[in-house]
């Protein structure tokens, strides 16, 4: 984990996540807070990536809409 401040808060967690997060924690050898901290890095980029796909379903679901008939012709 990069040198960074650091900034605490509180939250809460199913046991079995916890759980799961000090065995992967014990195992690496590494403290829960970089473990948390680089799942949820994983998380943000992972959510930021799609992104673009809700867009293009968004786009997609209005196409539907508008040019339904045409659709169903063409399909034909």
Same mark, same amino acid.
């Given at each position: 984990?990069?040198?960074?401040?650091?900034?605490?808060?509180?939250?809460?967690?199913?046991?079995?996540?916890?759980?799961?997060?000090?065995? &992967?924690?014990?195992?690496?050898?590494?403290?829960?807070?970089?473990?948390?901290?680089?799942?949820?890095?994983?998380? &943000?980029?992972?959510?930021?990536?799609?992104?673009?796909?809700?867009?293009?379903?968004?786009?997609?679901?209005?196409? /539907?809409?508008?040019?339904?008939? /045409?659709?169903?012709?063409?399909?034909?």
């Amino acid at each position: 984990m990069p040198n960074t401040a650091l900034e605490r808060f509180s939250s809460q967690a199913a046991p079995e996540v916890l759980n799961s997060l000090r065995k &992967i924690a014990e195992s690496e050898g590494r403290p829960i807070q970089e473990i948390l901290d680089e799942a949820l890095r994983e998380y &943000i980029e992972r959510k930021e990536k799609e992104q673009p796909r809700r867009q293009a379903m968004d786009a997609f679901a209005q196409s /539907l809409s508008e040019f339904d008939q /045409l659709y169903r012709e063409l399909a034909k």
